[in-house]
């Protein structure tokens, strides 16, 4: 372009290049201010939605609070919501071996993590720890006597995930009050974490 | 309509005139070139940016017309300009147009060839607009700015118009409305009388059959410009031969056809022209493209102008839209919060009817009901020992030494929620007493693994380890005396088991 075309249309191109930029800007910022009103408006139907809801259900919550209380409590009570009672778990050991009267129980237990078992709940995240027992029986029906024993303690929710019973001599009944049969078990016990606190 | 400069530029005078709102201002008529320029330069000072159009009234014009093929874009464009070059190698001020379909077969078009063949004249004024950076618009024939009143009037067919002017009598014929050809004659300047426009007529009617511009049997209409009402009676003298008709156009007629109003109405027929020049610029222009480029940049700059003011407008209106959007919506958050604080307000009112609870209600049932789902994964040993023992009951000689009992993927992989996963176990036992007898042995413990077969829920048993390797690849040792102490030797298998417990 020459010389003189140039410079009629440096002004008109500076123009139209700013009024571009300042209306850019101008739609830029006034549609961002849109947007955020929009959300904002987005999200307090949402709330209103909730909260409608939530006192139209009024009464059936009352119901559900009349109806689970009780039983939630138990849970709370046995350790089974909340934080771990690994003093329970003992106790009910010790209760338990003492009514069937083994000659013994070791334990080793894993530090708490998630347990590998699917459990939906948005409130609440299953927990486990691992426990590995030893038990010294005179016979391998004791095993049995002792996990229910154990499970009647109440005190808490475990899963019991592998036994191995070995003989504890090689030779056939004696006749003494001795140890016959070891039982390695392995027993999963169960809580349930609220989420929030697990986040934490 | 924009504003515009036009000139008129003949032989004996030069007529100067600003075109604006739809009237001739400021209309001078200049018989001295130099006052004419100096017209000129006092009216581009006063408006620098208002562009010029350029009209010719003489009689160096040259036309030809020529039946071309039908071709479009740029093909059509090389063809005119090498048409162009060839017949007017020498014109400056040179163009074309499209004067209609040849109606033939193969489809050709004619076009009229159109040059200046003397400009010196133009000279003076072009160096005016060009020292001054004046944007000029075009250059155009005085036959040119009559084709837009020849179409208004709707004249279809051949139209001869006529014009007289300072420079003469003008008589420009139109096909279609589209110029085909003009011709000014010379007469003398003042009043011209209608007797000598007729005898103009004719010469001109008799040039065109002629030289086979138009065939003689084509009707013709005749149309004579009269601005000033003088020449009425040159209908009544032009001969009235089979499809020839004349009108003379007065001032009422052009009052109705130009739509002007009798004070703004041109008195003569430059003024006129000047005024259509004004009004209705040609399509086809004689000046080349490096004159009119400041025009052209002038254009430019007035749509960029034209093009911010949208941008600005379009912006402002959108932002505007935008605002009156978002204080709508804050208004209804306003709304919708005040009714939410209501209705929580009165869900807490309720709620304090409430029994005291560690939970909310659905967390409760939550941790309940999920509770009670994984009691019924809970599994002992218990059924597969019971299954176990009863199917030992029938096999007194087998001793187990190991149970190794697990409940399938319990530790590793996340489990559905099966009630009754899988559950493996590997016994070890050996056959007692044993006095060397494998064939008894092995016997036995085929049975036991049959009876474990049978038991309800048992999906494989497999005998993993016998007592006698019966592998012919292993080694194997042993004593086969008839008398051998029994505690010494012993059978010792090893089973594997899978079983799904039943419900």
């Known amino acids: 372009m020459s010389a003189v075309r140039w410079a009629l249309l440096r002004t008109p191109l500076l123009v139209t290049l700013a009024a571009a930029v300042l209306a850019g800007s101008w739609v830029y910022f006034t549609q961002t201010r849109a947007n955020a009103a929009r959300q904002q408006l987005s999200q307090e139907r949402t709330v209103l939605t909730s909260v409608r809801q939530r006192l139209a259900q009024v009464g059936q919550e009352k119901q559900l609070i009349l109806q689970y209380l009780p039983a939630y409590e138990t849970l709370r009570a046995q350790g089974i919501v909340g934080a771990e009672q690994r003093a329970s778990w003992l106790d009910g050991l010790r209760a338990a071996s003492q009514e069937v009267r083994t000659f013994g129980v070791d334990y080793q237990l894993t530090q708490q993590s998630a347990a590998p078992i699917k459990f939906e709940s948005p409130e609440f995240q299953l927990q486990q720890s691992i426990m590995k027992l030893r038990i010294r029986l005179l016979h391998e029906a004791d095993l049995l006597s002792f996990l229910r024993a154990l499970e009647q303690q109440h005190a808490g929710l475990f899963i019991v995930q592998s036994c191995t019973l070995t003989r504890a001599t090689a030779n056939a009944f004696t006749g003494r009050f001795e140890p016959r049969v070891n039982a390695d078990c392995e027993l999963a016990w169960l809580s349930l974490a609220p989420k929030a606190e697990v986040k934490r | ?503």
């Open chain 2, 1 to 503: 309509m924009a504003a515009k400069i036009v000139i008129a530029i003949s032989n004996r005078a030069t007529g100067i005139a600003l075109c604006d709102r739809g009237a001739l201002r400021q209309h001078r008529l200049h018989s001295d070139e130099a006052q004419a320029l100096t017209d000129l330069q006092s009216l581009i000072a006063a408006h620098p940016q208002t562009p010029i159009d350029i009209l010719v009234d003489t009689a160096e014009e040259e036309f030809r017309a020529e039946q071309l093929p039908r071709v479009h874009g740029p093909a059509r464009r090389e063809m005119v300009q090498r048409k162009l070059a060839q017949f007017f190698r020498t014109s400056t001020y040179r163009t074309s147009w499209l004067l209609g379909a040849a109606g033939d077969k193969r489809g050709d078009e004619i076009y009229v060839f159109a040059a200046l063949s003397a400009s010196d004249f133009l000279r003076p004024y072009i160096e005016t607009i060009e020292a001054h950076r004046a944007p000029l618009g075009g250059i155009y024939l005085f036959a040119q700015a009559t084709q837009p009143l020849v179409q208004r009037l709707k004249l279809r067919g051949a139209v001869l118009v006529v014009s007289h002017q300072q420079s003469g009598l003008r008589q420009s014929l139109f096909l279609n409305g589209r110029l085909r050809i003009s011709r000014l004659a010379a007469v003398d300047t003042g009043a011209i009388t209608p007797r000598e426009v007729a005898d103009e007529i004719e010469k001109s009617r008799l040039f065109l059959y002629n030289s086979r511009v138009l065939p003689r049997e084509t009707p013709l209409r005749i149309v004579v410009l009269d601005p000033s009402d003088q020449l009425a009676d040159t209908a009544r003298l032009v001969p009235t031969e089979a499809g020839i008709g004349c009108e003379v156009l007065g001032t009422a007629k052009l009052r109705s056809t130009t739509g002007l109003t009798a004070p703004l109405l041109p008195a003569d027929a430059e003024s006129l022209h000047l005024y259509l020049l004004g009004r209705y610029r040609p399509a086809e222009n004689f000046a080349p493209s490096r004159l009119t480029a400041v025009y052209f940049s002038h254009r430019l700059r007035q749509g960029l102008y034209v093009a911010a003011a949208v941008i600005a407008g379009l912006g402002a209106l959108w932002g505007i839209a935008n605002l009156t959007l978002a204080s709508s919506a804050a208004d209804e958050s306003k709304l919708l919060r005040t009714q939410a604080a209501r209705a929580g307000a009165a869900y807490g009112e309720a709620a304090k009817q409430f029994p005291a609870a560690p939970a909310s209600a659905e967390q409760m049932r939550q941790a309940v009901e999920g509770v009670a789902k994984l009691r019924g994964l809970a599994h002992t040993p218990e059924p597969f020992l019971v299954s176990l023992s009863q199917a030992l009951s029938g096999f007194a000689q087998i001793e187990i030494d190991r149970i190794d009992w697990k409940v399938d993927g319990a530790s590793t992989t996340p489990r559905a929620q099966s009630p009754t996963p899988d559950e493996r176990a590997e016994i070890d036992a050996e056959i007692r007493p044993f006095n060397g007898d494998y064939r008894s042995a092995l016997q036995i413990i085929e049975q036991f693994a049959a009876a474990l077969r049978t038991r309800p829920g048992m999906s494989e048993v497999r005998v993993a380890k016998l007592p006698l390797n019966l592998d012919p690849g292993s080694a194997l040792s042993g004593s086969a005396r008839d008398t051998v102490d029994t505690k010494e030797l012993s059978a010792k298998f090893t089973l594997s088991l899978r079983w799904k417990p039943t419900p």
